[in-house]
T-cell receptor, first 116, second 105 residues
Framework: NAGVTQTPKFQVLKTGQSMTLQCAQD?????MSWYRQDPGMGLRLIHY???????DQGEVPNGYNVSRSTTEDFPLRLLSAAPSQTSVYFC???????????????FGEGSRLTVL | RKEVEQDPGPFNVPEGATVAFNCTYS??????FFWYRQDCRKEPKLLMS???SGNEDGRFTAQLNRASQYISLLIRDSKLSDSATYLC??????FGPGTRLSVLP
């Protein structure tokens, strides 16, 4: 049981380049989300999904796209990278909201992105 | 006002000390509350849920005050291994900015 797997762990991009951060979970969780973490800012929600085919915006969605074609995968796409997107990105998953286990987020190990 | 706010810290305490963190939330309809722990450059992990009646897990005690809209985390007999950032999380997975704790020998 791998849990939540993120790739890549490190990435350096040039301004304007595009890339996709991959996230996969093998726990059959319906809820998946992407956060970014910047110094002193805590974790800010970018996008989330409550099931395959359903996505919604979080607090800081601009510059990012997501899709959820399967329960397992939730990739995050940077369309045209900017230095302001330099951050640590975490993918997380959880049980459905009406489950007794609601509230425990299982995180990937993070992806450290630098945009030059 | 931010949805979830925490003591800014950092807290530097000697080993064996008792330390408490507070977290305030603005949405009075919030139903779920949690404390997560994050070690340096690692992913956050659930420390404990916070129940209405308060709950204890070993040296850790969590309390909820709905009237004043805050939750607290008390750590007794601090260990060096408790050094981390403690994140408050409210309904719909909204994170506070975190409070950093350093336990000193």
């Amino acid at each position: 049981n791998a849990g939540v797997t993120q790739t890549p762990k490190f990435q350096v991009l040039k301004t304007g380049q595009s890339m996709t951060l991959q996230c996969a979970q093998d726990m059959n969780h319906e809820y998946m989300s992407w956060y970014r973490q910047d110094p002193g800012m805590g974790l800010r929600l970018i996008h989330y999904s409550v099931g395959a085919g359903i996505t919604d915006q979080g607090e800081v969605p601009n510059g990012y796209n997501v899709s959820r074609s399967t329960t397992e995968d939730f990739p995050l796409r940077l369309l045209s990278a900017a230095p302001s997107q330099t951050s640590v990105y975490f993918c997380a998953s959880s049980y459905p909201r009406d489950s007794p286990n609601t509230g425990e987020l299982f995180f990937g190990e993070g992806s450290r992105l630098t945009v030059l | 006002r931010k949805e979830v706010e925490q003591d800014p810290g950092p807290f530097n305490v000697p080993e064996g000390a008792t330390v408490a963190f507070n977290c305030t939330y603005s949405n009075s309809a919030s139903q779920s509350f949690f404390w997560y722990r994050q070690d340096c450059r690692k992913e956050p992990k659930l420390l404990m849920s916070v129940y209405s009646s308060g709950n204890e897990d070993g040296r850790f005690t969590a309390q909820l005050n709905r009237a004043s809209q805050y939750i607290s985390l008390l750590i007794r007999d601090s260990k060096l291994s408790d050094s981390a950032t403690y994140l408050c999380v409210v309904t719909n997975f909204v994170f506070g900015p975190g409070t950093r704790l350093s336990v000193l020998p």
